[in-house]
């Protein structure tokens, strides 16, 4: 059974720090593509960050560029993909999706619909 879970969401006031945590298992994603998505309410589902099968290279959204690092590490069965968001901004307030490809795909894949497994999501508020 696949399974992503984020943790490391939280509650932050503006110019604070965050490191997001996701865990994915059940298939092998040592070998893919591994994403952060971003959806604030109202508003449509939007790419944040990735990061390739052996982390050599890593893509960002411009809004984030500079101020969020996405890292992963391996053990056993499981990847970890991680977060770290440094210098928050209010209008970064949204629940955080991890996500991963069904077959490999380029590192710079930003739309949501190439991506097969999602997590359920961990909620960032930025207060201002």
């Known amino acids: 059974q696949v399974q992503l879970v984020e943790s490391g969401g939280g509650l932050v006031q503006a110019g604070g720090s965050l490191r997001l945590s996701c865990a994915a298992s059940?298939?092998?994603?040592?070998?893919?593509?591994m994403a952060w998505f971003r959806q604030a309410p109202g508003k449509e589902c939007e790419f944040v960050a990735s990061?390739?099968?052996?982390?050599?290279?890593?893509?960002?959204a411009d809004s984030v560029k500079g101020r969020f690092v996405i890292s992963r590490e391996s053990a056993k069965n499981t990847v970890y993909v991680y977060l770290q968001m440094n210098s928050l901004k209010p209008e970064d307030t949204a629940a955080y999706y991890c996500a991963a490809p069904s077959m490999p795909i380029a590192t710079r894949t930003t739309r949501p619909t190439q991506y097969t497994y999602w997590g359920q999501g961990t909620q960032v508020t930025v207060s201002s």
């Open positions: 059940g298939r092998t994603f040592s070998g893919y593509t």
């Open positions: 990061i390739s099968w052996n982390g050599a290279a890593t893509y960002y």
